[in-house]
């Protein structure tokens, strides 16, 4: 069967989803930091694009960018584990840059685990360089590596 989900700025209705997907995908071995009351805020801030990607009546993924002046932060990506592998957070990462491009954003920042090697791939398969390391970022022990891609 084909896979190809919508793609769609999320609604209040998908904080909880969103919040649990990042909890048990991106935060394990974390505090719970993106709770749903963070996701709903994120969701309602105008300067925040908060993404969907839904399959059927599921979220099968979701990304959250943060805007400033001209750069962006992709602060979280996150696609469901039995969707991996098909191109999803791909095509999430491409309508968030298309977005940004569209309100001047020259440049998009993110951090990805220094120990999820997957995700830096990833992230470079899509032209995102490395800028460095920050020693505990996530919490003692647990480092990330900055990326970022030029969008201009």
């Known amino acids: 069967m084909l896979f190809i989900p919508d793609i769609r700025l999320a609604v209040t209705q998908d ?3 969103i ?4 909890r048990d995908a991106i935060e394990q071995g974390l505090p ?7 996701v709903r805020d994120a969701i309602r801030d105008p300067a925040i694009n908060v993404v969907v990607a839904q399959w059927r009546d599921a979220i099968a993924g979701f990304g959250i ?6 750069s962006a932060h992709l602060a979280l990506l996150a696609v469901h584990p039995l969707q991996r592998h098909r191109g999803l957070g791909a095509r999430m990462v491409r309508w968030l840059e298309a977005s940004a491009r569209i309100a001047g954003i020259r440049q998009i920042r993110l951090e990805a685990r220094a120990d999820n090697r997957s995700a830096i791939a990833f992230y470079r398969s899509l032209q995102f360089v490395p800028l460095g390391q920050v020693a505990a970022y996530y919490q003692p022990g647990i480092d990330a590596v900055q ?3 030029k969008l201009t």
Do not use: C, F
């Open 65 to 70: 960018m943060q805007y400033a002046d001209d």
């Open 147 to 149: 990326l970022e891609k």
């Open 32 to 38: 719970w930091s993106w709770t749903p009351k963070r």
């Open 19 to 22: 919040a649990e997907l990042s």
């Open 15 to 17: 904080a909880r989803p």
